[in-house]
C-alpha cells in the first residue's frame, strides 16, 4: 500500500512561492550536500518504519535531488538502514539499547559497507531517528560518522487543539479546524496527516482532538467513526489521539438522571462508552476532562472529589491501557475581589494538594505553567512541586492567546525554559527542575511529561503567521529534550525554515531571543501579567480589566501602589504553597527577583526595584524599550530584503510594522494609566508628551464626532472621532506649522472587525496615501485591539500644508481616528 | 478629478509575490536613490501632464520611497518640471526645440534653484519624457545634469491586437481580450489603462482594438459607446484607438446590395458611419484594413484595384484626420504548387508595386516584414524598397505566432534589427535601411513607421510568460529608436524587470541575445522558415506541411535537395524583385548569404555553405546546437536561484525545461526527416542513434497499444503508444541492463489538450514519480506538438531493475508514450 505519493513529489512541480506549508520540513536544496548511500532500507514494512522510509527518501529528494532505493532487510551496498534495535542488532552486531521512542544514529562498517543505521528502541524511535537524521542534514552537521543516542526527555509529549466540533477552534489564530466541520470529521484528511509529520518530526505522540470545554457529542456513536478517521490519518506517523470529554455527560448524553462519580450505573455507563470508542480506535491514548472550572460541571455537583472524578474515568480507560488527563486548571471565578485574602493563584494547590497519592496511576494532573492562566509572566505553578504520589504533565500555551494572537511575534522558548528549568526545591538538597518534576523524573513516577496547546488550523501556513511556527517547533524540542537551550532551538528553527544564510540566521534567531522580553516590556513587565483585556478578547490594552471583579487576575493597582501581595506574612498566602527555600526568596522583597516582583507584592509606586530604578519608572522605560525594539525587529527585517524569499519577506515585514505600531499603543495606555494612577511624571519627560502628535478630536473635523474611548487610556488623550454611518465622509483636517523637510506621517486609526472602512490622506490638493481597514481585529469598538497605524514615509511638507484624514465607514466600521504624529 | 489613486498606493500595500503584472514598470526600490527634489510640477492640469506628473509620483515613491509634492506652475523651490517647450520656454529660457511626441530632459539653474525640467514638443512628448526620466533612474544612469534631446525615429508606432470581439484572440498567448468579450467591451477597463500606461512608457501612441479579420459588428451603432470606452482608457496615456473593419460591410452591415468601392452609395455609407464613430470619438486615429487575403472579401470582388479599396476608406476618414492602414499582407493561397514559378513570396510587391503613387496621402500599406508571414528568417519584404509615393508602415509581430507562441522563449529583437537595418539600396548610393523606408525619410513620406502585432491578454503577465515581455519592451523601444542595440534593449529590459544584479543581468542578456539563433537552429535554419504545420497550429513540427497544398510556404524538399528557387535565371523571379545590389547578392549562389539559402535557393543537400558544411550536415547540426542552447538556458538559469524572486524564477525554469524537450522534439524530427529524404548519413553518428533511447513501442506494454503517428518523424521511430479510453491504467516496461549508478530518466510522452491523463514511474516496487498532463498546448493528438518531456534526475538503477510507466487516460487524452531516455 502506497499512501505518500502525492505528498512525495508535490514540492517538485510546485510553482507556487513559499507559503509555509512545509514549516520546518522544506527539505530546500543544500548548496553542499553529503555524501549519501542509493539505499533506504527498512528491517520490515510496518507502518511506522514505512513511512520513516518514505520521509527520508522524500526529505533527500528535496535536499540532493536524488531518489534513494527503497529496500527492505540488509542491503547488499551501503545504504541508510531504518529498523529497530532488536531487529537490527543481530545482522549489524548493534551493542546499543534503545528505550522506547528513543534511537540511535550509528555507522557501522560490514566488511566493504556503510551502513548509516537508524535503530529505534521501537518503531516510532526509528521513525524519530528518520526525522533527526534529516533535521542534521538540513542544518550541515556532520553525519559521516555518527554514534549517538537520543532518548526522550519523558514518556508524554502531547499537543491539545482547542478544536471545536462545528469547526472553530477556541483560541485558535490560525483558520479553521483541520479536524472538524459541521459536527463531522473534515472530509480531507490530508491537513491531519501533515500535522501529525509536523507533530512526529518533533517527536510528539499524542494530540487531543477536541476543545476541553469539550462538546458532550463527542460521545455519541455517531461521532466514532469520525474520532477514528481522524486516528487513521495521524496513525501513521506514531500520533496517538485522545479526545476531551464532558462530565456531565451521561446526563447530557446517555440520558441518565445522575452523572455522580460514585455511582455504579455512572461507572458502567463511561464504561460502555469508552469500549465502544475502542472497538473503532484501539490505540486511543486516552480522555482530558476539564471539570469544576469556568463553567464545566464536575464532581463538586455531588460534593465529590476530583480524584473521584477523575479514577472514574481513569478505571473505565484501564483496560484499553488508556490514559486520563485531568486539569488542574480549576478555580473560582466568582471570588470576592474585596477580600484581600482571595487568591486564584492559589487553586490549583489548594484543590489538588490534598489529593496527593489518592489518583490512579493512569491519572496525570495537567497542570498549566503558571498558577494563573499562560501571562506574560508568572513564577512555576506551587502544585508541580506539591505532588509527590501524583503523576503531573505541564501545560504550555503554544497558541498566542496572551502573546498577541499570531499577530505579535514572541517566541515563547525563553519563557518556557524560565519554568522548566526553576529548581523548586521539591526534593532535598538536589536540584528538582519543575521540568524533572513534570516529566516525574523526581518522584519516579510511572507517567508524565509535557502537554502543549497548539491551535493550528487551516490556514497555509498553519499558524496565523510565519514565525509563529518557530513555537511548535519549540515545544516540540524541549518536550523531547528541555535541556536545549533556546538560542541553539531558534537558530534550528531559522535555518530548516528559511535557509542557512547567516545574515538570515542572525536576524531572526536574535530576534526571536529577545522577543519574549520586549513583548513583557509593553505589555507587562514585573509580574503586572498581560495587562490586556482580560474579561473580553486577551488582545488589546485594558490595565483595569482584572480589577473589581471575580475572576481573580487583580494586580491590585491603586493610588499608594501596585501589584499583589501574595506573602505568608501579610498577603494571601500564595507563597506559602511553595516549598521553603523558594517561599523565602519570593517573601522577602530583599530576594525577590524585580521580573515577578507585582505578582507576589504589593509596592509603592515609588519602590526601589535591585535595579535601582523606581517602580513606576521602570514601568514607563521598559514600556519605551519594548515598543523601541519592535521598530528595530522592523528595521532589522528589512535588511533580509533579498534574502528570505519575497512572498514571506513582505507578509513578514507588514506583520512587524503592524506589531510596532501596536506596540506604541500598548506603551501609551500602560503609561499614562500609571502616570495618572501614580500622579508620579516619567523622570524623562515622555509620557503624555509626544513631539509631533495631532489629536483627531482637536483637528478641525468634518462630520467627524468627539467620543470618549473606554478605557480612556486606550486612547491617546482618551478621546477619538468617529464618523457615523450615514455621514457619508467624514474629515479631519490640521495646518502645518512645522519647517520644510521630508516627513513621516503616522495615522493612528481604528480598524474594527465590522466593516472595511476607507481612509485617504492628502496633503493639500494631493492625495498622499489611502487605504482600506481590512485587518480581522477581535473587536468591535474604537479600542486598543482596534487601534492601528499607518505608517506613511516620504511625504514633503511645507509650513501651512494642509493635511487632511478622510475616513468612509463601511458596515458598523466608524472609519474612527485616534492621532497622526508627523515626524522627521 | 484623481484617476490614479489606487494604482499609485496599490503596490505598496500588496504582500504577493512578483506575477509580472507590472512588467518593466515595478520601480523597485533602489539601493541608491539619487538626490531628487521634492516637487513635481507641471505647466498646465492637462490630462496628459497630469499622467506624466502621476507616474512621475508613482516611480519614484516605488523607487526611493518618497512621495514628491505634486504642483502646477513652476515652483519656488527645486523641482522636476515637466510641460511642453512652449509653455516652459519663456520662464526657463530654454532655447531647444522638439518636435510632436518629442522630449528635452534639461537641467536649468535658475538663480539657486535647480530645476530638473522635462520639455516636449507636445503634450504627449512630455509624458514620454517623464517615463524616459523614470527609466534612467531605474537604470542608475546619472541625472544629476542633463541636457538631452530624444525625437521619435517615426511618427507611427503602433499596435495592433488581434482580439475578436467574443473575447478570444487569434494568436494570442495570453490570455483572453482585455478589450471584449461577449460582443462587449469588458466590464472592467482598469486593464485597458494599465495596457496603455505600458504602450506609453515606450512611446507608442496607437493601438488597434480588433482583429484584423474583422467582424463586421464593429460598424454596428450598438458597438459605438464600447470603441468610446476603450478609447476613454487609453487618452490619459496618450494612445489613439482605431479599429479594424470588413470591406464587405456596406453588405452585411449596411443591408446594401454592394460593397464595390467606386459605387457613390457606398462611398456614402462609409462616411456615414465613421462620422458616426467620430461623434464618439473624436481622436480616432484611423482604420484597418485586410481585403483580399485569406478569405476576406475585398475590391477584388469588383475588379477593383487596392488602391481604389484604400482610398474609398481615407476618404471617409480625412476630415476627421484618420488614417487608413491597408494590409500588405495579399496571396492567393489556392495556388498550384506543381507550378515552379508560382511563389507567394512574390505576392505583396506584384499587388502593390504598380499601385504606387495611386494612394491617397492619408492611406498607409501595412507590411510585414518578410514577403511570407513571420517566419524564423525571411529576407526584407521587396515592397519595402519598391514605393515611391505611397506611405508605408512595417508590421512585425510581437506576439510569437511561429516562435514558439509563448511557450518557447525567443527574444526577437535581434531579428527585427537584421530587417530594420538591411539597405534596400533603393535611393542612388546612400544607405537605404528598410527602418528609413518604414518611417518615410527616404522618399520624404508625410508618414510612416511601425506596427506591432502584441496580442497581449488578461494572464497576471499579459504575455503568457514572463520573458515574452521583452518582446513588446523591444518592439516598443525600437519603434522609437531602431537604432538602439539588442544588447542595449536587452539589457534595459532585465534591469527593469529582474533588477540590477550583475549575474542576473548577465546571464538573462546573454540567453536573450542568443535565442533568436537558438530557436531558428532548432525550428528552420538557412531560410528554410519554421517547418511547423503551417495549416495547423503554427506550433510543432510538421517538415511536409508546407508542401503540395496551395497555401504557397514550400521548401520544396525532396530526394535530390531543397529549398525554393527564386532566382530570376531559374526561378520565380522573386530576387528581380529587388533593386539591382540587393538582387545580384542574392541570384548568386556566391553571394548569397547561407542564413537566406534555402529561402532563395533550391540546391542539392550536399551543396556546400560558405561555412565549409554542407547543407545537410549543417541542418543536423544546427538542431543539435539549437536543442543543446536551450538545455543550457536551463542550467544557467538555476544559477540565478535566489538572486530572482522564487515565484519567477520557478516559473521560468519549469518554461525553459519544457523548451528543453520540445526543442529535442524539433531536432529529431527535422534531422530524422532529412537523413531519410537526402539519404545521406549525419557524419557525427547522432541522428537515428539515441544512445540510452528505449523506444515505448519496443517496451513490454499492458493495455498499451502501438500508433503510427503522422507525420513519423514526429515521434521516434515513427510510432507512439496509446491507452484507449476505457482500458484502464496501462503500462509499458522495461529492464535495465546498464551497471549500477545515478541516472537521470527522461520520459517523452504526449500531453493532449483534451484531457488531462495521470502517470507514473516506478523503479521495481518503487514509485519514483508521478504527474499529471495538464499543459495547455495546441492539439489533441499525439504528435510533436503534445511531446514533452518529463525529467526524473537523480535515480539509482541497479541491473535487473524494471522501469515501468503507467499512464492513466482521461478525456480524450490517451497518456500516449513515445520514449524512455536512462542517461548518466
Redesign the interface.
Known amino acids: 500500500m502506497?499512501l505518500w505519493?502525492?505528498i512525495?513529489?508535490a514540492g517538485l512541480?510546485?510553482?507556487?512561492?513559499?507559503t509555509g506549508y512545509n514549516a520546518w520540513l522544506r527539505y530546500a536544496?543544500l548548496d553542499n550536500p553529503p555524501a549519501l548511500p542509493?539505499?533506504v532500507s527498512i528491517a520490515a514494512p510496518s507502518v511506522l518504519e514505512t513511512s520513516a522510509q518514505q520521509e527520508m527518501i522524500r526529505g533527500l529528494?528535496g535536499m540532493?535531488?536524488?531518489?534513494?532505493?527503497?529496500e527492505t532487510g540488509l542491503p547488499k551496498?551501503n545504504a541508510i538502514v531504518i529498523g529497530t534495535v532488536a531487529q537490527l542488532a543481530p545482522e549489524l552486531h548493534l551493542t546499543a539499547t534503545a528505550g522506547p521512542d528513543a534511537y540511535v544514529l550509528k555507522t557501522v562498517v560490514s566488511g566493504t559497507r556503510h551502513y548509516l543505521v537508524i535503530a529505534g528502541g521501537d518503531e516510532r524511535g526509528a521513525l524519530y531517528g528518520a526525522f533527526a537524521l534529516l533535521r542534521k542534514i538540513a542544518l550541515g552537521d556532520p553525519i559521516a560518522t555518527l554514534d549517538e543516542h537520543d532518548t526522550p526527555y519523558a514518556p508524554l509529549r502531547w499537543v491539545n487543539q482547542w478544536d471545536n466540533l462545528e469547526g472553530t477552534i477556541e483560541r485558535g489564530y490560525g483558520g479553521r479546524s483541520i479536524f472538524w466541520d459541521g459536527l463531522k470529521s473534515r472530509e480531507d484528511m490530508s491537513r491531519v496527516s501533515d500535522y501529525g509529520r509536523m507533530l512526529a518530526s518533533l517527536g510528539i505522540n499524542g494530540c487531543s482532538i477536541n476543545n476541553v470545554n469539550a462538546n458532550p457529542k463527542i460521545l455519541t456513536p455517531e461521532l466514532i467513526p469520525h474520532i477514528a478517521r481522524i486516528a487513521d490519518a495521524f496513525r501513521p506517523w506514531g500520533v496517538r489521539v485522545m479526545i476531551a470529554v464532558d462530565f456531565g455527560s451521561p446526563k447530557t448524553v446517555g440520558g441518565m438522571d445522575t452523572f455522580d462519580p460514585v455511582e455504579p450505573k455512572v461507572a458502567e455507563w463511561w464504561k460502555a462508552r469508552f469500549d465502544e470508542i475502542y472497538k473503532a480506535v484501539p490505540d486511543l491514548a486516552g480522555v482530558v476532562l476539564k471539570a469544576d472550572s469556568e463553567g464545566r460541571v464536575g464532581p463538586a455537583t455531588y460534593g465529590r472529589s476530583h480524584a473521584d472524578a477523575a479514577n472514574l474515568l481513569a478505571r473505565a480507560l484501564k483496560p484499553h491501557g488508556g490514559i486520563l488527563f485531568y486539569r488542574g486548571f480549576v478555580y473560582d471565578h466568582h471570588m470576592d475581589w474585596n477580600n484581600p485574602k482571595n487568591d486564584r493563584g492559589r487553586a490549583a494547590y489548594d484543590n489538588f494538594h490534598d489529593l496527593d497519592g489518592k489518583f490512579d496511576d493512569n491519572v496525570i494532573v495537567q497542570i498549566k505553567n503558571g498558577p494563573i492562566d499562560f501571562q506574560v509572566r508568572e513564577p512555576a505553578s506551587p502544585l508541580v512541586g506539591a505532588l509527590e504520589k501524583t503523576n503531573q504533565a505541564m501545560e504550555l500555551q503554544v497558541t498566542q492567546e496572551y502573546f498577541g494572537q499570531s499577530k505579535h511575534n514572541v517566541f515563547l522558548v525563553p519563557m518556557w525554559k524560565d519554568v522548566l528549568d526553576f529548581d523548586m526545591h521539591a526534593k532535598g538538597a538536589s536540584p528538582t527542575p519543575v521540568k524533572a518534576l513534570a516529566a516525574g523524573k523526581t518522584f519516579g513516577r510511572p507517567l508524565g511529561g509535557f502537554v502543549g496547546v497548539v491551535n493550528i488550523g487551516l490556514d497555509d501556513n498553519w499558524s496565523g503567521n510565519h514565525l509563529s511556527q518557530s513555537n511548535l517547533y519549540g515545544y516540540g524540542r524541549l518536550a523531547w529534550n528541555p535541556d536545549l537551550s533556546s538560542r541553539r532551538i531558534a537558530d534550528e528553527w531559522t535555518k530548516l525554515t528559511f535557509g542557512s544564510d547567516p545574515k538570515v540566521d542572525e536576524t531572526i534567531t536574535s530576534m526571536q531571543l529577545s522577543s519574549w522580553r520586549t513583548y513583557e516590556n509593553y505589555t507587562g513587565p514585573l509580574g503586572l501579567q498581560t495587562l490586556t483585556d482580560i474579561t473580553g478578547n486577551h488582545y488589546g490594552v485594558n490595565v483595569e480589566a482584572s480589577e473589581r471583579n471575580g475572576w481573580g487576575q487583580w494586580h491590585r493597582a491603586d493610588e499608594n501602589g501596585v501589584g499583589m501581595d501574595r506573602t505568608v506574612a501579610t498577603g494571601t498566602g500564595y507563597i506559602g504553597q511553595y516549598r521553603k527555600p523558594v517561599a523565602q526568596m519570593y517573601e522577602s522583597l530583599a530576594t525577590c527577583p524585580d521580573d515577578l516582583l507585582l505578582f507576589l507584592h504589593h509596592v509603592p509606586y515609588s519602590y526601589k526595584l535591585h535595579n535601582g530604578k523606581t517602580v513606576v519608572q521602570y514601568i514607563y522605560d521598559s514600556h519605551y524599550e519594548g515598543a523601541d525594539a519592535v521598530a528595530g525587529y522592523a528595521r532589522q527585517w528589512k535588511t533580509l530584503?533579498r534574502l528570505v524569499?519575497?512572498?514571506r519577506y513582505?507578509?513578514i515585514l507588514?506583520q512587524l510594522e503592524y506589531q510596532a505600531g501596536q506596540a506604541a499603543v500598548w506603551r501609551d495606555a500602560v503609561n499614562v494609566y500609571f502616570q495618572k494612577m501614580s500622579k508620579i511624571a516619567d523622570a524623562k519627560g515622555r509620557v503624555g508628551h509626544w513631539p509631533g502628535r495631532y489629536e483627531a478630536e482637536a483637528m478641525t473635523l468634518k462630520g467627524y464626532t468627539t467620543r470618549d474611548i473606554v478605557p480612556a487610556e486606550d486612547a491617546s488623550g482618551g478621546k477619538g472621532v468617529a464618523c457615523a454611518a450615514g455621514a457619508g465622509t467624514c474629515a479631519a483636517s490640521l495646518n502645518f506649522t512645522g519647517e520644510?523637510g521630508?516627513y513621516t506621517l503616522r495615522v493612528e486609526y481604528f480598524d474594527q472587525s465590522n466593516g472595511v472602512a476607507h481612509y485617504?490622506v492628502w496633503?493639500g490638493?494631493?492625495?498622499?496615501?489611502?487605504?482600506a481597514a481590512d485587518l480581522r481585529v477581535p473587536s468591535m469598538r474604537l479600542d486598543s485591539s482596534t487601534s492601528t497605524r499607518r505608517t506613511?514615509?516620504?511625504?514633503?511638507l511645507?509650513p501651512g500644508d494642509e493635511i487632511r484624514i478622510e475616513g468612509e465607514p463601511n458596515g458598523g466600521e466608524l472609519a474612527g481616528l485616534d492621532y497622526v504624529e508627523i515626524i522627521r
Open positions: 502506497k505519493p502525492l512525495l513529489f512541480s510546485a510553482l507556487h512561492a513559499e536544496p542509493a539505499v529528494r540532493t535531488g536524488r531518489t534513494l532505493r527503497e551496498e530584503r524569499d519575497e512572498q513582505k507578509t507588514a520644510a521630508w485617504k496633503v490638493k494631493q492625495l498622499v496615501d489611502e487605504w506613511i514615509a516620504g511625504i514633503a511645507r
